[in-house]
């Protein structure tokens, strides 16, 4: 039997911060670096800003051009689906207005995959695959397989999961899951 990996979508695959920190900047007359922006949440941000930028990332185009993340991903993930049952799950609920967007981004970016394993959630206690990769603790902690934290500036600090940094080191984590 074929064992299953959910993979998140933002900044794990998308580099929703990116574009993120372009239109910050844009929309606040700032002058944010994209790493200054891997250093924040929303939640950092002054509450009239936050409600403003929130409204900003919620249109329907905001996602539908996010660049890959890392150029490795596309063929990492394409050779994991030939040997894993592979699903997208991205916390869409949290931006409910990026659906189509997100759906068409993914298949743009990764044709190869079924439509059908796309997971639109909130919390990822419900995804029921044996691993997750994302880059988000809190999703992590909930959900019941193992976790793989996806390495970013603003989850430097935290333990007990296994932590990868790009998809070539994706890549080798599994290569030994399946000599296991």
């Known amino acids: 039997m074929r064992k299953s990996i959910a993979i998140d979508m933002d900044q ?3 580099n929703f911060y990116k574009k993120m ?3 910050y900047n844009a929309a606040f007359q700032t002058n944010l ?3 200054e922006f891997l250093q924040t949440t929303l939640g950092d941000l002054d509450p009239a800003d936050a409600t403003k930028f929130f409204a900003i ?3 329907p185009d905001f996602f539908r051009d996010l660049e890959v ?3 490795d991903s596309i063929e990492v993930v394409r050779e994991l689906n030939e040997r894993f049952d592979v699903y997208i799950a991205t916390a869409a609920m949290d931006v409910p207005g990026s659906f189509n967007a997100k759906y068409d981004w993914l298949r743009e970016h990764f044709p190869f995959l079924n439509t059908q394993n796309y997971v639109f959630c909130g919390n990822k206690a419900v995804i029921n695959t044996d691993y997750l990769i994302d880059d988000s603790p809190r999703q992590l902690t909930a959900f019941k397989g193992q976790g793989i934290l996806y390495s970013m500036p603003y989850n430097a600090e935290v333990e007990g999961f296994v932590r990868v940094r790009g ?5 080798e984590y599994f290569d030994i899951v399946l000599k296991i």
Request: charged content about 30%.
């Open 12 to 14: 794990v695959l998308a």
């Open 21 to 23: 920190a372009v239109t």
């Open 33 to 35: 670096t994209e790493e």
């Open 57 to 59: 990332i919620n249109e």
């Open 69 to 71: 993340l890392d150029a």
């Open 167 to 171: 998809w070539r080191e994706i890549g």
